[in-house]
């Protein structure tokens, strides 16, 4: 196992609110790979919803603010590609005219990760200690697909999970409809995505949906119940870190 | 202002400077005259000639182009009577006025109505020799001239191609540099049109499906002569 | 074409209602991608490629002045004449004037989007020439009066039926009885139709997918054989082409030649990639005697050194339509003007601006497999958000979205402040939601809960609880 590590859990402003899980979930998992986890006190958001409305003065304002919240940790780490992504990828970018923000958004960039890559690209976990007997199915959230390269790492620790039975989605790598606020802003088009993922989703015949993303699962799991599916959906860190007895999927009634 | 004149200076004010100093000028004019080629896949380059043969045959087949094999020279017009006869096309083509054509042995083959020339609207079958053949796709290259008529390759439902394969390349580069072998220096010196051929006419426009003879032929078989020799390039 | 992206949504929304427009674009959607990756399975060298490719291109427009000219001289030299349109008016006055010059009454075209774009055929019938669309899919559209809904597959959005109603109602001359419900008699009656237009055409117009510095030849890259007719047969071959096409040898030609049919049908190589040179040569016993090229920028060296000028690399390979989940659900009509897709929300905005065309850069969930399957690496979302940058900063954003965002983003740089909110509506939605775990309707969220439900929060903030920990000593 690696050496210990000190790092700062990016809660993201979606599991802050809505599935505080998922967060307790990357800890457990975290602190099973060594590390000691803190939560900088002075988050809130990553910022992506004003920087893809175009509004970049404010999405640099919080940026500047998670630059500083997050500043002296060994790694930082969110379960969420899409939030790890806009550190990673866009806030470099966002400082390109700024270069003493630039660089240090690029050092802060270097140590932040998708909380599944980081598990097994940096601390080497290979498996879990974890149970779920349920059929699961995957979908690969885009950012974390595309700007991440998080693709076999969830896969290979699911293959870890004691009674789960894996089913590979068909268009696993195709957009789920959510994209923040496109969702709300052209929900039409929204809709029509979410009804073929859904229709990917129920063809592989599992009993429960995993994604790296908790907006890709609000909009499965908002659409799944609509639709009066009873495929399950949960946050892959949930049944990684052995919670699948233990929490509600999304969207279930809690009484 | 003319027209000309306000393009060129737009595109070097969104470039920030004015006409290029002659030295930069030089650089790009000789990048040019170098020609280098940039990443060649090794699919092709890594055959030998006979091998590099095969993968034009097995890639021309690939996309419905029909290839017969044959000895030599002698056979050809023997070649030409056989297939149309199997496809059930009456034993009349248009034939290009190239002489390497003119000294295949016709005469053995009298029932054959070979016209020479362009290709006319009622033409049914064509037949035509080639520059070369690329190994890399499984395409001809033709190139127009007094002795090949590009009609010949367009206007018939039938296009027959005569190729060596001595003439069979790994890469369209390579084509290339045989067009600059034949044609010398200067853009004039170049043939009016070069035609890259990979298989017959298709198109996919209606419901995604693929029909053959959309315009162009949709039958184009290759004769192809198995002579020893080693190609002139690679 | 008149435009019609400022009714995007509308457009939308009737795309995705239309039932033969689902079944269509379904087969679309689904064989174009599995043809591009087995291609490029069968190509180890790909993304290699793709680097080089667009280096040569980033080169050529760092250079394009000194490219243009040397392109001119050698077109010149080859027997040819260069016209060069600023815009479009100035693009349709001279293939008119060309067309005139030759007499021409009837002229074929090839497929040819930047043709569609200074909308050519009207001008051309507005003085008194008819021009035939002769590539199968744009001769349906064509006879339908409709445009493109794909800039390589024009008739995409057609399934066989449309297509045989179509022929029965235009080709008045044959048998009303005939059989043409099927594709082979579909190809086989449009063959027959449009083989006389070929023969009869005085001039003959085509795009080109390459124009080559190198040697002043312009390349055409198609199937169907179509450009060939269109350009081998006529008096005057004239090609349309947009400025950027210019490549500097035959050998970047050849490494772009690689990625193009792969990128676009999957395809290792067309049926047809022709490199025209100039009119015919002496001796020659056909061809065209003359050989014009129209030169048109219509916007294009306005990006040159600009946040959009990556999009000059462009292809037209259409690999980022085939791929987009937006473009598949509403189909190409929806974007209103000649260029549909991830390229056509970028350079729409940047050919007709952004009010007319300002839902195409906004209607994306950024997910990127655009950019991931563009052969020469084009980064289409970020070209979409600074369009979307530019509409927020000219305060075009609608407001209840502009507004909304400052105050959560006003919010969101106060942690303290935020926290107890967050909390505060964990709590209520929590509770609200505990009993069904998730909300059919929710005040303000109509647009999310129209068609999908919202998942209620647990109940508290992480960091609320998170908070509880540390003080409970975990």
């Known amino acids: 196992?690696?050496?210990?590590?000190?790092?700062?859990?990016?809660?993201?402003?979606?599991?802050?609110?809505?599935?505080?899980?998922?967060?307790?979930?990357?800890?457990?998992?975290?602190?099973?790979?060594?590390?000691?986890?803190?939560?900088?006190?002075?988050?809130?958001?990553?910022?992506?919803?004003?920087?893809?409305?175009?509004?970049?003065?404010?999405?640099?304002?919080?940026?500047?603010?998670?630059?500083?919240?997050?500043?002296?940790?060994?790694?930082?780490?969110?379960?969420?590609?899409?939030?790890?992504?806009?550190?990673?990828?866009?806030?470099?970018?966002?400082?390109?005219?700024?270069?003493?923000?630039?660089?240090?958004?690029?050092?802060l960039a270097a140590r932040t990760y998708e909380l599944v890559s980081f598990l097994v690209d940096v601390r080497g976990v290979g498996t879990v200690a974890a149970a779920c007997a349920q059929t699961a199915t995957y979908h690969d959230s885009c950012s974390g697909l595309r700007e991440l390269g998080v693709k076999a790492q969830p896969r290979a620790l699911l293959a870890s999970v004691a009674g789960l039975t894996f089913a590979e989605l068909p268009g696993a790598e195709i957009c789920c409809g959510f994209g923040g606020t496109f969702a709300v802003k052209y929900p039409d088009i929204s809709d029509k995505m979410a009804r073929d993922k859904i229709a990917d989703i129920e063809a592989t015949g599992a009993q429960c949906v995993l994604a790296g993303d908790l907006g890709c699962l609000l909009q499965i799991a908002g659409k799944l119940s609509r639709a009066g599916s009873r495929v399950e959906a949960r946050h892959v860190a949930e049944v990684l870190a052995d919670m699948a007895d233990t929490v509600p999927p999304i969207g279930a009634t809690r009484e | 202002?003319?027209?000309?004149?306000?393009?060129?200076?737009?595109?070097?004010?969104?470039?920030?400077?004015?006409?290029?100093?002659?030295?930069?000028?030089?650089?790009?004019?000789?990048?040019?005259?170098?020609?280098?080629?940039?990443?060649?896949?090794?699919?092709?380059?890594?055959?030998?000639?006979?091998?590099?043969?095969?993968?034009?045959?097995?890639?021309?087949?690939?996309?419905?182009?029909?290839?017969?094999?044959?000895?030599?020279?002698?056979?050809?017009?023997?070649?030409?009577?056989?297939?149309?006869?199997?496809?059930?096309?009456?034993?009349?083509?248009?034939?290009?006025?190239?002489?390497?054509?003119?000294?295949?042995?016709?005469?053995?083959?009298?029932?054959?109505?070979?016209?020479?020339?362009k290709a006319e609207a009622s033409d049914a079958v064509s037949l035509t020799p080639c520059l070369a053949a690329v190994a890399e796709t499984g395409t001809l290259m033709l190139v127009s001239g007094a002795a090949t008529p590009t009609t010949l390759n367009f206007l018939p439902d039938t296009h027959i191609v005569v190729l060596r394969a001595s003439q069979v390349v790994a890469s369209y580069e390579d084509g290339w540099d045989l067009l600059r072998q034949r044609s010398g220096d200067g853009p004039s010196a170049l043939p009016r049109s070069v035609n890259f051929i990979t298989g017959p006419s298709r198109t996919g426009d209606i419901e995604q499906r693929i029909e053959l003879g959309a315009h162009g032929p949709r039958r184009l078989h290759v004769i192809l002569i198995d002579d020893a020799e080693q190609s002139p390039l690679r | 074409m008149e435009a019609t992206s400022h009714t995007f949504t509308d457009n939308a929304r009737?795309?995705?209602?239309?039932?033969?427009?689902?079944?269509?674009?379904?087969?679309?959607?689904?064989?174009?991608?599995?043809?591009?990756?087995?291609?490029?399975?069968?190509?180890?060298?790909?993304?290699?490629?793709?680097?080089?490719?667009?280096?040569?291109?980033?080169?050529?427009?760092?250079?394009?002045?000194?490219?243009?000219?040397?392109?001119?001289?050698?077109?010149?030299?080859?027997?040819?004449?260069?016209?060069?349109?600023?815009?479009?008016?100035?693009?349709?006055?001279?293939?008119?004037?060309?067309?005139?010059?030759?007499?021409?009454?009837?002229?074929?075209?090839?497929?040819?989007?930047?043709?569609?774009?200074?909308?050519?055929?009207?001008?051309?019938?507005?003085?008194?020439?008819?021009?035939?669309?002769?590539?199968?899919?744009?001769?349906?559209?064509?006879?339908?009066?409709?445009?493109?809904?794909h800039i390589i597959a024009p008739a995409i959005h057609l399934m066989k039926e449309q297509v045989t109603e179509t022929f029965r109602a235009a080709h008045t001359a044959l048998d009303p009885d005939r059989a043409i419900s099927e594709a082979p008699q579909l190809c086989a009656e449009a063959r027959a139709m449009l083989r006389p237009q070929f023969l009869a055409a005085d001039a003959g117009i085509t795009g080109a997918n390459f124009l080559v510095a190198e040697t002043g030849s312009s390349i055409i890259v198609t199937n169907e054989g179509n450009g060939d007719l269109t350009q081998i047969l006529p008096k005057?071959?004239?090609?349309?082409?947009?400025?950027?096409?210019?490549?500097?040898?035959?050998?970047?030609?050849?490494?772009?030649?690689?990625?193009?049919?792969?990128?676009?049908?999957?395809?290792?190589?067309?049926?047809?990639?022709?490199?025209?040179?100039?009119?015919?040569?002496?001796?020659?016993?056909?061809?065209?005697?003359?050989?014009?090229?129209?030169?048109?920028?219509?916007?294009?060296?306005?990006?040159?050194?600009?946040?959009?000028?990556?999009?000059?690399?462009?292809?037209?390979?259409?690999?980022?339509?085939?791929?987009?989940?937006?473009?598949?659900?509403?189909?190409?009509?929806?974007?209103?003007?000649?260029?549909?897709?991830?390229?056509?929300?970028?350079?729409?905005?940047?050919?007709?601006?952004?009010?007319?065309?300002?839902?195409?850069?906004?209607?994306?969930?950024?997910?990127?497999?655009?950019?991931?399957?563009?052969?020469?690496?084009?980064?289409?979302?970020?070209?979409?958000?600074?369009?979307?940058?530019?509409?927020?900063?000219?305060?075009?954003?609608?407001?209840?979205?502009?507004?909304?965002?400052?105050?959560?983003?006003?919010?969101?740089?106060?942690?303290?402040l935020y926290h107890e909110l967050v909390e505060l509506k964990a709590r209520m939605l929590g509770w609200l939601g505990k009993r069904r775990g998730r909300f059919r309707a929710l005040p303000l969220a109509g647009a999310w809960t129209k068609m999908r439900d919202m998942p209620a929060p647990e109940g508290r903030s992480f960091q609320s609880l998170w908070a509880e920990r540390q003080r409970a000593g975990k």
């Open chain 1, 1 to 107: 196992m690696a050496e210990p590590a000190r790092v700062a859990l990016l809660v993201t402003c979606l599991v802050d609110l809505f599935r505080p899980s998922v967060g307790f979930a990357a800890v457990k998992l975290l602190e099973d790979a060594g590390c000691a986890v803190e939560v900088p006190r002075a988050q809130t958001c990553c910022g992506q919803p004003a920087y893809n409305s175009g509004d970049k003065e404010d999405a640099k304002a919080i940026a500047r603010q998670v630059i500083a919240a997050f500043a002296g940790y060994d790694y930082v780490v969110a379960p969420s590609g899409s939030c790890a992504g806009m550190v990673k990828a866009h806030y470099p970018e966002m400082f390109a005219d700024d270069p003493a923000m630039r660089d240090q958004a690029a050092e």
């Open chain 2, 1 to 117: 202002m003319t027209a000309r004149d306000d393009i060129i200076g737009g595109i070097r004010r969104s470039l920030g400077r004015g006409a290029l100093a002659d030295e930069a000028a030089g650089k790009l004019a000789a990048r040019i005259a170098a020609h280098r080629p940039n990443l060649i896949p090794a699919r092709a380059t890594s055959l030998d000639p006979p091998a590099r043969v095969d993968l034009f045959v097995a890639l021309a087949e690939a996309v419905q182009t029909t290839v017969a094999r044959v000895a030599s020279d002698r056979d050809v017009p023997g070649e030409v009577a056989r297939y149309l006869a199997a496809e059930n096309l009456p034993a009349e083509l248009a034939m290009a006025p190239d002489p390497g054509l003119d000294a295949l042995p016709w005469a053995e083959r009298p029932l054959l109505q070979i016209r020479r020339g």
């Open chain 3, 14 to 149: 009737a795309g995705l209602a239309d039932p033969v427009l689902r079944r269509a674009l379904g087969m679309a959607g689904t064989g174009f991608p599995a043809r591009r990756a087995e291609a490029i399975a069968r190509l180890p060298e790909f993304e290699a490629l793709r680097d080089q490719g667009k280096a040569i291109k980033d080169h050529t427009i760092a250079h394009l002045d000194f490219y243009l000219e040397l392109y001119e001289r050698n077109v010149i030299a080859a027997g040819g004449v260069v016209h060069w349109a600023r815009d479009a008016a100035e693009a349709r006055a001279a293939v008119l004037d060309i067309c005139r010059s030759v007499g021409a009454k009837v002229v074929t075209k090839g497929k040819s989007m930047v043709a569609e774009e200074i909308a050519l055929n009207e001008h051309l019938e507005a003085n008194g020439i008819t021009p035939v669309e002769t590539d199968l899919g744009e001769y349906i559209i064509q006879l339908r009066h409709e445009p493109p809904s």
């Open chain 3, 236 to 416: 005057a071959h004239i090609v349309v082409a947009s400025l950027e096409k210019i490549v500097p040898t035959l050998e970047d030609t050849a490494t772009l030649l690689r990625l193009l049919a792969r990128s676009a049908t999957g395809q290792e190589f067309s049926s047809y990639t022709t490199l025209s040179t100039g009119p015919r040569r002496p001796g020659d016993l056909d061809g065209p005697e003359q050989y014009h090229v129209v030169l048109i920028d219509n916007g294009r060296t306005a990006l040159i050194g600009g946040e959009f000028q990556d999009m000059l690399r462009c292809l037209r390979c259409a690999a980022c339509l085939n791929h987009c989940p937006v473009y598949t659900a509403i189909g190409g009509h929806a974007y209103g003007w000649v260029y549909p897709g991830p390229m056509g929300a970028v350079l729409t905005p940047a050919l007709i601006g952004l009010d007319e065309a300002g839902d195409l850069p906004n209607a994306s969930s950024f997910c990127g497999r655009c950019e991931s399957v563009c052969p020469v690496k084009i980064p289409l979302p970020k070209m979409m958000r600074h369009w979307r940058e530019r509409q927020f900063v000219q305060g075009k954003a609608p407001p209840v979205y502009r507004h909304g965002l400052k105050c959560w983003a006003w919010v969101a740089r106060r942690p303290g």
